[in-house]
């Protein structure tokens, strides 16, 4: 197991204060902090190869050309995929999403198909869809859940039926921390002939995770939640499908041929990669999964599982509390409200204390309604996070209730 002092050592923001305070980073599911090696790939990348890609014939457009298709492979080797031609970079989950909805929406869906998800699901994995829904004339089913916070397996499969096109569902809850058993539900799925599209945004920083042994149609998921760089995330999807679907955005790259009357369209993946890519944020995200790859994905869930467990039972034990996600086994992000103090009160006086918590509705308003809230309070871990920190929050979480009393 490693030293979680020494990994600290590598993220130069964790050291700093807030309010004269040491910061306590718990906002770990809207965005991590990123580690030197990757901002180190950024800086010299552009001090030292900067040249727009797959264009050029010059030097330095064959390095970064090089160093681009390096990091698809790396992503490829990192989830498994079968082939690079299957890893389409985007600027994150919500643009993944988009894609896959607008095109195998154009290529799948029409009058009176049915696209299904969960009630779990974050906005970006709802309204893509609706969108869709709307254009093609289709309609949006949703899996109920449970008070845990777990999908009903059977109303799930209930609702799959011959008009049912695509189940799209959360790896990992970025409210609950609920993680869902995806390899059931796509083999459930597949068994009806229809393909799973699996949001792995909460999933992919925290556990090692195969596409192929998922059997997942289409996976996605954001660079800047795994420790790389915002404005770069992944689809993988596989290529039958993204064969069969139309290009999302047209533009440079994505062409073979271009005369005003007509176009062809290039190969997987460039077919849905226009314009100018993000070449030094996808050598950066190399560099961070080179990062988590050198800890160990199997030792940094073993040490989140132990940390969201204590933090389970810390938490579980302060006067007042409600936990929403109480699954077992769930992922480490804890959802909370304490007595009848407003989230934001807490989230902001948790702040003082030097405490980065997230409040709102995290994205999930559905969830929210479905809950009878507004909004929680979410504390969510990575690997730097430690026992003492977890301390903190519960101490801290116990002095602003006091406050309120
Ligand atoms: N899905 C889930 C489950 C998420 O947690 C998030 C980010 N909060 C997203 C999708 C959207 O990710 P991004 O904003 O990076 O596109």
């Not at 990348?45 to 330095?60: C, D, I, Q, T």
């Not at 969201?308 to 959802?335: E, H, N, W």
Request: proline share 4%; hydrophobic share 40%.
């Amino acid at each position: 197991m490693f030293d979680v002092n020494e990994i600290r050592r590598d993220f130069p923001i964790l050291s700093r204060q807030v309010y004269d305070k040491p910061l306590i980073y718990l906002d770990n599911a809207a965005t991590t902090q990123k580690p030197r090696q990757v901002v180190e790939a950024i800086t010299n990348e552009y001090y030292s190869v900067n040249a727009n890609v797959h264009r050029g014939v010059h030097f330095l457009s064959q390095q970064a050309t090089e160093l681009h298709e390096a990091a698809r492979e790396a992503v490829r080797a990192f989830i498994n995929a079968g082939s690079a031609d299957e890893i389409v970079f985007t600027r994150g989950t919500t643009e993944s999403i988009n894609l896959i909805a607008s095109s195998f929406g154009e290529a799948f869906v029409n009058q009176g198909d049915e696209i299904t998800i969960t009630a779990m699901e974050h906005h970006s994995n709802i309204v893509p869809w609706q969108m869709m829904a709307a254009r093609r004339g289709a309609k949006l089913r949703v899996a109920p859940i449970d008070e845990r916070g777990e999908i009903l397996m059977d109303e799930l499969l209930g609702l799959i039926s011959d008009r049912t096109r695509l189940i799209a569902v959360a790896h990992v809850s970025n409210v609950l921390g609920t993680v869902n058993p995806v390899k059931q539900i796509i083999s459930s799925a597949h068994a009806k002939g229809v393909p799973v599209l699996v949001d792995g945004a909460q999933a992919v920083p925290h556990v090692a995770v195969d596409v192929r042994d998922l059997d997942a149609d289409f996976y996605v998921f954001s660079g800047h939640k795994v420790y790389g760089p915002t404005g770069i995330g992944v689809l993988y999807g596989k290529r039958r499908w993204l064969e069969a679907m139309p290009p999302y955005q047209g533009g440079g790259e994505m062409i073979k041929d271009v005369t005003f009357e007509r176009t062809t369209y290039n190969d997987l993946p460039y077919k849905f990669e226009a314009g100018t890519p993000d070449y030094v944020g996808s050598n950066a995200l190399a560099a961070a999964l080179r990062y988590v790859t050198s800890i160990g994905m199997d030792d940094i869930a073993a040490y989140e599982r132990r940390l969201t467990d204590y933090a389970m039972q810390r938490l579980a034990a302060i006067d007042g509390i409600r936990i929403f996600g109480t699954s077992p086994g769930k992922g480490a992000v804890i959802s909370f409200l304490v007595g009848g103090i407003h989230h934001l009160d807490m989230g902001t006086l948790l702040d003082r204390l030097g405490i980065a918590v997230r409040t709102g509705h995290h994205c999930a308003e559905p969830l929210m309604h479905l809950l009878g809230i507004e909004g929680t309070v979410r504390a969510s871990f990575s690997f730097y996070n430690t026992m003492d920190e977890v301390d903190a929050l519960a101490d801290g979480i116990v002095r602003v209730a006091r406050m309120f009393r």
